[in-house]
């Protein structure tokens, strides 16, 4: 949906090669996330993981909040901003409720 229309313009096959760049570095940082927020959900103790997973996703929900305001509000048109604020919330709650259930004195 996004490629073939940046291959029929005039951009330079850096930004165009740099698109596909960035969209793998995306896929991979979430499938990195999703693995670690399973290891932390079944390996108990693991809570590290879930933190950095939630503070990956924040980074990503600031970037997709940061570009609708400052660079282009077409973004607000995206799951972007959205999705990513609700999956950082969501896992910093899971990891304030574990430690407060666990008593983890520790990440």
Known sequence: MVLPPLTDTSLADEVVWLHHFSWHVGSVATLAMTAMFIYASVKPGNLAMALIASFMSLGFAGLGIGLGVFASSALWGTPA??????VSVLGLLGVGSAVKTQKYESL
């Open 81 to 86: 901003p959205y999705v990513w604020t609700v």
